[in-house]
């Protein structure tokens, strides 16, 4: 099925460094969100953008939505251990129907104290 | 609030058999969908429910099936079980209607073994 393409696949950083990382999509769409999950657990939502162009804050986290509605990237500010876990963007497909989010492979952040 | 939760957590099944998961979404939300995570494939659409009706069917055989009930729970189902069809099984509810009617939120999900 279609996916969106997640980069970089795995990061592993220093505590207090910042990390940035980005979805690119062939497909247009008119939502992106951003989920972080931890191990057994399901996503938890982290940031949801609705426009293009759109940039969204929450905490040390930063995400935006891309002009040509095909990227998005989110960055994380003066990482700490708790961020660790896999981060994946999701999208919702321009005039399709809603329920059917398109997901990245995620990003696996590891953090070193 | 409560959030998403899912019944059981864990759950071991032999080839052949046949599974129901189940999912009670967050209070007021009307909108189901099911994923399915596996390390290979990542998260994969399986369907979604609005009121009682499957709106969106993602690219699985008809062994996946599902259904919502009239207070917006809603169940899946998997029969003839495949080895391939281990996996980590996610609910996500949503509103569906104004601003965040796109956001889903998720349960902890069922993680299925197949032996």
């Known amino acids: 099925g279609q996916q969106l393409n997640q980069s970089p696949q795995s990061m592993f950083i220093q505590e207090g460094e910042d990390v940035s990382m980005n979805c690119t999509s062939s497909?247009?769409?008119?939502?992106w969100l951003w989920y972080k999950q931890d191990p057994g657990e399901g996503p938890v939502l982290l940031i949801a953008?609705?426009?293009?162009?759109e940039l969204t804050s929450n905490g040390r986290l930063t995400a935006q939505f891309g002009i040509t509605r095909k990227d998005s990237f989110l960055n994380i500010s003066a990482s700490i251990p708790s961020d660790v876990g896999i981060y994946f963007c999701?999208?919702?497909?321009?005039?399709?129907?809603?329920?059917?989010?398109?997901f990245g492979k995620g990003t696996k952040l590891s953090v070193k104290p | 609030k409560a959030g998403v939760t899912q019944t059981p957590r864990y759950l071991i099944k032999t080839r052949g058999q046949q599974v129901t998961l189940s999912c009670s979404p967050i209070?007021?939300?009307?909108?189901v969908s099911w994923y399915q995570q596996t390390p290979g494939q990542g998260l994969q659409f399986l369907f979604e429910?609005?009121?009682?009706?499957?709106?969106n069917k993602g690219n699985f055989p008809g062994r996946f099936s599902g259904r919502q009930f009239s207070n917006s729970r809603s169940e899946m189902n998997v029969s003839t079980l495949e080895l391939g069809d281990s996996a980590l099984y996610l609910c996500?509810?949503?509103?569906?209607?104004?601003?965040?009617?796109?956001?889903?939120?998720f349960g902890p999900g069922t993680r299925l073994t197949v032996l």
């Open positions: 996500a509810s949503s509103l569906i209607s104004g601003r965040g009617g796109n956001e889903q939120f």
């Open positions: 497909s247009i769409f008119n939502t």
């Open positions: 953008l609705y426009k293009a162009g």
């Open positions: 999701a999208g919702v497909n321009y005039g399709g129907s809603q329920g059917n989010l398109i």
């Open positions: 209070s007021g939300h009307r909108s």
């Open positions: 429910y609005f009121s009682e009706t499957q709106r």
